[in-house]
């Protein structure tokens, strides 16, 4: 039975140190072009810190057009890599020239042993976005800027229970600052027809309770295995809120391989479904569920970020990705995603596609990070992103 196995030999079942040997990264492309000698190599239960470095221009969504971007994402196993998962951290500050500023770091860390987890998500955003209102039925032209200073601070821990089983809690602030929009004319309380959280400032101060399931061994990059995540968030007004509010996310994804007696050939089927939902009816707007806002602002690849904004929010991806090189230099994905939220109309009335393909590039072999370069496509919206990572 798997909760019979104890912590030394939870993770060497999927979490066995990787053989790099053949294959090829950026990395080695940039030795080779700069005739840099290769470190000794080094033993394989060494402790060792990945690095991931992608300044690049490109759209983020919300109307603000190109940025300059510069992800740095850093990977290291702060136990035995037989009995600990990769810890990681990424962050991709942007900004243009029309008022948009992003400061966002992102930490996952796994103590030795996976005794503990701690996940963080810190920002310090200037995020003037378009919004469309609550609902299915908005036209595309129906929206307005909104513009917004931000604060996120996001920390929980988690302990271990059983093998792959979490449990803990932890603290999430959202300070939303200087409320607006870009016109005038338009009240934003009219326009979208939601009368909580759209003053000049709103702030939601809670504490989440979490149950976590993950077998796989690297966020980065997920290979074969499962993840559930459930987190119920409470903001009570001893914490300093105006608005007493809950939610409720569940997060469920899965890993399935073609080929599994060739693991170091990347051939697998990934799904993500996330569910989102409010549980009192005056939660401010600004936190409603909304597509692209989950906690990794990945989904909805093909749609513009808030464009589907309700009070619960339910979406389905499915993903296949492949290795097109056997030294696992260059893979493709392909995916399809779709959507739903409620609003005046019934939740599942209407869907929202969008399908994508896109290019991999193996950035760093150690941490098996790759460059993501998607396009996706909906109605009315089409969009290139670059990431470090995966989507999910």
Do not use: C
Not at 257 to 264: E, G, L, M, R, T
Not at 301 to 306: A, F, T, Y
Not at 348 to 368: D, E, M, Y
Not at 371 to 387: P, Q, R, T, W
């Amino acid at each position: 039975m798997m909760f019979a196995q104890d912590a030394s030999t939870v993770v060497s079942k999927s979490n066995t140190v990787k053989d790099t040997t053949g294959k090829t990264d950026l990395v080695d492309i940039a030795k080779r072009l700069f005739h840099i000698k290769p470190n000794k190599k080094r033993k394989l239960e060494e402790k060792r810190i990945y690095f991931s470095v992608l300044p690049v221009s490109s759209s983020v969504p919300g109307g603000s057009g190109h940025v300059l971007v510069t992800s740095t994402t850093a990977g290291i196993y702060l136990g035995s890599r037989r009995t600990t998962n990769i810890s990681s951290a990424t962050f991709a500050p942007y900004f243009n020239l029309k008022g948009r500023f992003g400061l966002p770091l992102r930490t996952s860390i796994w103590l030795p042993n996976n005794s503990w987890t701690i996940q963080g998500d810190l920002r310090l955003l200037v995020y003037p976005q378009y919004t469309w209102g609550l609902g299915n039925d908005k036209d595309h032209d129906h929206r307005t800027l909104v513009d917004y200073r931000y604060i996120r601070f996001y920390e929980q821990a988690l302990k271990r229970i059983r093998p792959y089983f979490f449990a803990g809690a932890g603290y999430n602030l959202d300070y939303y600052m200087n409320i607006k929009s870009d016109s005038a004319n338009i009240d934003l309380k009219t326009f979208t027809g939601y009368p909580y959280g759209l003053d000049d400032r709103s702030v939601s101060s809670g504490v989440s309770f979490s149950l976590l399931y993950d077998s796989r061994n690297n966020s980065i990059n997920p290979l074969p295995g499962a993840y559930a995540n459930v987190v119920f968030r409470i903001n009570p007004s001893f914490l300093g809120n105006d608005l007493r509010w809950q939610s409720l996310y569940a997060d469920v994804r899965k890993y399935i391989s073609v080929n599994p007696a060739n693991p170091d050939q990347q051939n697998t089927f990934a799904f993500w479904s996330y569910f989102w939902t409010v549980l009192h009816s005056n939660a401010p707007y600004l936190n409603l569920p909304s597509i692209g806002w989950d906690p990794g602002n990945r989904s909805g690849r093909g749609v513009d970020q808030n464009r589907y904004r309700g009070k619960s929010l339910f979406y389905l991806e499915s993903e296949y990705r492949r290795d097109i090189t056997e030294n696992g230099l260059f893979g493709f994905v392909v995916f399809a995603n779709v959507n739903t939220v409620s609003g005046s109309e019934s939740m599942f009335r209407s869907w929202h596609p969008a399908v994508g393909t896109g290019l991999r590039i193996k950035f760093n072999k150690g941490s098996n990070t790759n460059m993501a370069i998607d396009f996706g496509v909906s109605k009315g919206y089409k969009a290139i992103k670059l990431n470090l990572g995966e989507a999910f």
